[in-house]
């Protein structure tokens, strides 16, 4: 089901229209063309990710939320340990509804990086 759920929002289907000939026959017509959607079509604009990202970032218990600009880095500005950047990028994936691998969620220390993951992952929601 979510295979269909993600493949359905990057493929756009014509109408299709009936028209009736004669006694009873139907005839079936698509109009027009399939439109397949780019993976940024139907996704979340990078405004959208930063605010997202910056706001979960700043309701970390941990985080003085006027501390955290998109540049800031977990460990270095803002105090974090890996604890805590684990628990970040939970956090983050619960938000916008996805999985990040844990090799990906290693790597994933600052905001920056978090929006760039996020921003293309075709997921995201």
Not at 58 to 66: L, M
Not at 120 to 125: E, G, R
Request: aromatic share 6%.
């Amino acid at each position: 089901m979510a295979l269909r759920t993600a493949v359905l929002r990057h493929i756009r289907v014509p109408a299709q229209t009936l028209t009736l000939t004669g006694s009873k026959q139907q005839q079936w017509s698509l109009s027009g063309s399939f439109r397949f959607m780019s993976s940024h079509d139907d996704h979340l604009t990078r405004e959208d990710v930063i605010e997202r990202v910056l706001s979960v970032v700043k309701s970390f218990p941990k985080v003085d939320p006027a501390q955290v600009t998109p540049e800031v880095h977990f460990q270095k500005d803002l105090g974090l340990d890996s604890l805590d950047n684990v628990e970040i990028v939970m956090a983050l994936e619960e938000e916008f509804k996805l999985e990040i691998p844990d090799k990906e969620a290693d790597k994933i220390d600052t905001c920056n990086l978090a929006i760039e993951y996020i921003y293309n992952h075709p997921m995201a929601s």
